[in-house]
């Protein structure tokens, strides 16, 4: 069974442009969640789909992080416009139980 | 705010010996509990899961859940080299498909 699927895997941009991370759940896997993970700390959760609904995103910097999963499969995150402070590891995760989580590889974004 | 709480180390054991990593939950009404294992540079990998209070044992792992108490614990019986990664202890506390809530991480280091 492949993974979870997450692209590119490291991205370097200035501050103040956009940036967007892609990710390919399981399949089969209805719920899907996008995590921030800072160095020596556990990840944190931005958003959650159940399918194509976003049903928890209480912890999404609105202002200028966006998400998506069209057809309640494949999700794409998007920050608009980067900050200095955004540099941190974005990890993917699905679910098909909803209890046991399934962690992609992440992206390690790097804002200059 | 849920608070999950771990040692951050690191713990250091001879290799051959048992790895004994503690967690504890502010939650009372969580009813799921995890642990993963981060190699550095690595995303986590889902290791353990346990919903009842008692052991749960899976090859060299073993968690152990007690309720009352709020605690969770992973054993490592004969520790590897291998095993050295930071784990991370994570409670859902809805017990369903909720988002997790991750403690920052034990890092062990198993010495040949």
């Known amino acids: 069974e492949a993974g979870v699927v997450q692209s590119p895997r490291y991205k370097i941009i200035e501050k103040k442009q956009p940036v967007a991370f892609w990710c390919n759940p399981i399949?089969?896997?209805?719920?899907l969640y996008w995590y921030l993970q800072n160095l020596g700390q556990g990840p944190e959760l931005l958003i959650r789909y159940e399918n194509e609904e976003a049903v928890d995103d209480s912890q999404l910097p609105k202002d200028r992080f966006s998400a998506e999963r069209l057809k309640g499969v494949d999700s794409t995150l998007k920050i608009q416009p980067a900050e200095l402070g955004d540099s941190a590891v974005y990890l993917c995760a699905s679910s098909y139980t909803g209890y046991e989580q399934y962690f992609g590889p992440g992206t390690r974004l790097t804002v200059t | 705010q849920k608070e999950v709480e771990q040692n951050s180390g690191p713990l250091s054991v001879p290799e051959g010996a048992i790895a004994s990593l503690n967690c504890t939950y502010s939650?009372?009404?969580?009813?799921?509990f995890f642990w993963y294992r981060q190699y550095s540079g690595k995303s986590p990998e889902l290791i353990m899961s346990?919903?009842?209070?008692g052991d749960k044992e899976d090859g060299r792992f073993t968690a152990q859940l007690n309720k009352a108490s709020q605690y969770v614990s992973l054993l490592i019986r004969d520790s590897q080299p291998s095993d050295s990664a930071t784990y991370l202890c994570?409670?859902?506390?809805?017990?369903?498909?909720?988002?997790?809530?991750f403690g920052k991480g034990t890092k062990l280091t198993v010495n040949p």
């Open positions: 399949s089969g896997h209805n719920t």
């Open positions: 994570a409670v859902n506390a809805q017990g369903g498909s909720e988002k997790l809530v």
């Open positions: 346990i919903y009842s209070n």
């Open positions: 939650d009372r009404g969580s009813q799921s």
